[in-house]
């Protein structure tokens, strides 16, 4: 198996677009062309399979790798990996490029996208057919298209808040309780800034995260989108949210907006890695490798809520597809099907994408779990009663809006313009997005 990395540091939310675009010129196209091209004389098969994360997540998919391959010694397969950002880009011109790896992970928000572009296999039927009758058939509904089933989750996440437990004690700051409001936020975050004499932020400040604004939606009875594919929020509900967040930011009790822009570098860089906050939201899938990250003892909180309602549902962390175009779909497949079901591949992978997919594999990592991936399963056990029901798969455009909302929040939290102006180019901007 060989393994090669990328990864980026972008500078601010405003810019990421075009960091990202400059990190895809310095990476090439050369890593994956659909596989096949290097087999062997032997019948040696080699795939290519693409992911991103960080080293955390490096180490425990290789890890798994070299299970499936010791497994199928005829199957070898090179994996490259890279931040977020970056990835997303690279795997977007490789898929308009017809040169995508067998194997890909793709983010839910790109799954419309792909779908509707015939870039990615059905796995129910045809040569990449898996069997996925372990997986809850409602969550692994999430990776369907019409009637095809394009991907599958390959971890089960949810929302969280990220805690410092070690800084709050230091602090004198008590722990928040599950059950906590927006309102304990703000007062949280200040008494975190007050006792810190200005040096430490209670929480990351939300307002660039798209996902964040879900739960906001969700907990007043809105979500992101209509069944058609349309915004479900107006101008005035974004408007609410980021007054809130702005509000923060100004109080001391979330991060200056210079600091804010570490977040989407990933835990290492980040503010709660930093020790300039000590709370951060989050998927619990990233707990481990904000643990690495972090030498204080973390914790993670369910969301503030409103009326009892967190927002918080159980999302597929990532979805493994089969590039359409593989020259080895029965191979990609059984590399998937690995990846998702085995008991050996739960083990190897731990917690790095969240709850493993198949439910009796997941039960036996369940009990079996400690350190990192004990505080992640006891907190979705915890949680699981009070999720909201898994939302069908976002619309093509989704992954712009994400964006979007980074620059927009960007250009408030710098001063550049005002919330209303922000959610008003956002709103027009995001519809522009969504009707192409």
């Known amino acids: 198996m060989k393994t090669t990395v990328a990864t980026v540091r972008r500078t601010r939310p405003l810019h990421a677009a075009a960091v990202a675009t400059a990190v895809l010129a310095s990476l090439g196209l050369s890593a994956c062309s659909g ?8 019948g040696t098969v080699h795939l290519s399979f693409s992911w991103w994360g960080d080293a955390t997540r490096a180490k425990s998919t290789e890890a798994a790798i070299k299970v499936f391959e010791k497994a ?16 997303n880009q690279k795997l977007a011109t490789q898929m308009a490029g017809g040169g995508a790896p067998d194997l890909i992970q793709i983010d839910w928000g790109n799954q419309s996208q792909y779908a509707q572009s015939n870039t990615l296999m059905d796995l129910s039927s045809g040569p990449a057919k898996v069997d996925f ?4 058939p409602k969550f692994a509904g999430s990776g369907k298209s019409g009637d095809k089933q394009v991907a599958l989750p390959f971890g089960q996440a949810t929302q969280s808040v990220v805690v410092d437990v070690t800084k709050l004690k230091s602090l004198g700051v008590p722990v928040p309780k599950p059950g906590w409001t927006w309102n304990d936020v703000a007062s949280f975050g200040k008494a975190v800034h007050d006792k810190s004499h200005g040096k430490v932020s209670g929480i990351t400040d939300p307002g660039i995260t798209w996902a964040a604004f879900q739960s906001w939606l969700d907990q007043r009875g ?5 069944k058609d594919g349309e915004l479900g929020f107006t101008q005035a509900d974004l408007e609410g949210f980021w007054n809130f967040c702005d509000a923060l930011r100004k109080s001391g009790a979330a991060t200056p907006a210079n600091q804010t822009t570490t977040f989407s570098n990933g835990p290492a860089e980040d503010p709660l890695a930093k020790g300039t906050t000590v709370a951060e939201w989050d998927y619990d899938s ?7 990250a972090n030498k204080d003892q973390l914790a993670l909180l369910p969301l503030p809520s409103v009326n009892g309602k967190t927002g918080m549902y159980a999302k597929p962390s990532m979805l493994l597809s089969v590039y ?3 020259k080895h779909p029965k191979e990609a497949a059984e590399l998937l099907g690995f990846l998702i079901n085995d008991p050996k591949a739960a083990k190897a992978l731990g917690t790095s994408r969240g709850m493993f997919p198949n439910l009796k594999a997941r039960a036996s990592q369940a009990a079996d779990a400690t350190g990192g991936d004990k505080v992640v399963s006891d907190f979705e056990k915890a949680n699981q009663a009070g999720l909201s029901p898994t939302p069908t798969a976002p619309p093509k455009g989704d992954g712009q809006l994400i964006t979007l909302m980074q620059r927009e929040y960007g250009s408030i939290s710098f001063g550049q313009e005002s919330v209303k102006a922000g959610a008003k180019d956002f709103m027009t901007q995001a519809k522009q997005a969504l009707a192409k």
């Open 35 to 42: 596989g096949g091209s290097g087999d062997s004389a032997d």
């Open 72 to 87: 199928h010694p005829k199957i070898k397969v090179s994996t490259t990996y890279a931040q977020f950002g970056p990835y």
């Open 222 to 226: 809105t979500s992101l989108y209509t």
């Open 324 to 326: 359409a175009g593989s």
């Open 286 to 292: 990233i707990y481990a490798s904000h643990a690495a």
């Open 133 to 136: 009758s372990g997986l809850d």
